[in-house]
T-cell receptor, first 112, second 110 residues
């Protein structure tokens, strides 16, 4: 069971790059790392997913070192609308993934 | 169109009552989950459901039971509600490794 650890909160100014790290020391071979964003009174929304090295999409990048015991979500040039809670999720893709483990979440606040 | 919807959005009820939360997805995905998010914002999976096969997280009390009348729906029934059941409940439809969450139902037990 891959337990994850994230910083509870982070602050950043608009226009800066923000990096949020998640520790998952017990990650299993079949596990993928997924990041979700959650706004107040909404369900989590998928941001990015990866298995190893680096993944980039239109909104973020995900860096995963070779040992896969941690991962870093990178948000380029953040804006006020990026203020949200960010969750790291570690688990494999199989059905019956009742042991999916979300991290504690990082509350990111963007300052004007 | 909303991919995953839940009703009601808010539910206030008394201890001992039985209630249901409905979830509908129009994505055509085979797998759906129910999550509970407590006051500390921890998200914990409760059930996995795929083509009539149900897998239950062993920590979930048997007062909770999911019911799927068809592929697009996975409803959550809760019997004999307790104060500790107060939380936000999310359903999610799963495609591959990506989950699409509903807007959540805030349940308050008084």
């Amino acid at each position: 069971l891959a337990k994850t650890t994230q910083p509870i909160s982070m602050d950043s100014y608009e226009g800066q790059e923000v990096n949020i790290t998640c520790s998952h020391n017990n990650i299993a071979t079949n596990d993928y790392i997924t990041w979700y964003q959650q706004f107040p009174s909404q369900g989590p929304r998928f941001i990015i997913q990866g298995y190893k090295t680096k993944v980039t999409n239109e909104v973020a990048s995900l860096f995963i070192p070779a040992d896969r015991k941690s991962s870093t979500l990178s948000l380029p040039r953040v804006s006020l609308s990026d203020t949200a809670v960010y969750y790291c999720l570690v688990g494999d893709r199989g059905f019956g993934n009742e042991k999916l483990t979300f991290g504690t979440g990082t509350r990111l606040t963007i300052i004007p | 169109d909303t991919a995953v919807s839940q009703t009601p959005k808010y539910l206030v009820t008394q201890m001992g009552n039985d209630k249901s939360i409905k979830c509908e997805q129009n994505l055509g995905h085979d797998t759906m989950y129910w999550y509970k998010q407590d006051s500390k914002k921890f998200l914990k999976i409760m059930f996995s459901y795929n083509n009539k096969e149900l897998i239950i997280n062993e920590t979930v009390p048997n007062r909770f039971s999911p019911k799927s009348p068809d592929k697009a729906h996975l409803n959550l029934h809760i019997n004999s509600l307790e104060l500790g059941d107060s939380a936000v409940y999310f359903c999610a439809a799963v495609s591959g490794r990506e989950q699409y969450f509903g807007p959540g139902t805030r349940l308050t037990v008084t």
